[in-house]
């Protein structure tokens, strides 16, 4: 699974006139607002954790 992801809009102006950017493996640029972005993983949640009403973290 060598194929990066491939954003929707533009996370800063929500246009959809983005094209892969020359600053390395994952930057993409919009040519709507002139911005460039990279998308990231963060990582995994960990498991036993879900979102509580208060907008915190409660485990199970």
Same mark, same amino acid.
């Given at each position: ?6 954003? +929707?809009?533009?996370?800063?102006? =929500? ?10 493996? %994952? ?9 460039? +972005?990279?998308?990231?993983?963060? =990582? ?10 208060? %907008? ?5």
């Amino acid at each position: 699974m060598s194929e990066r992801a491939a954003p +929707f809009h533009c996370p800063y102006c =929500g246009d959809e006139d983005l094209r892969p950017g020359e600053q390395g493996h %994952g930057a993409w640029e919009c040519g709507a607002c002139n911005r460039a +972005f990279q998308l990231k993983f963060l =990582g995994l949640l960990a498991r036993g954790l879900r979102r509580a009403d208060n %907008g915190g973290d409660d485990s199970i």
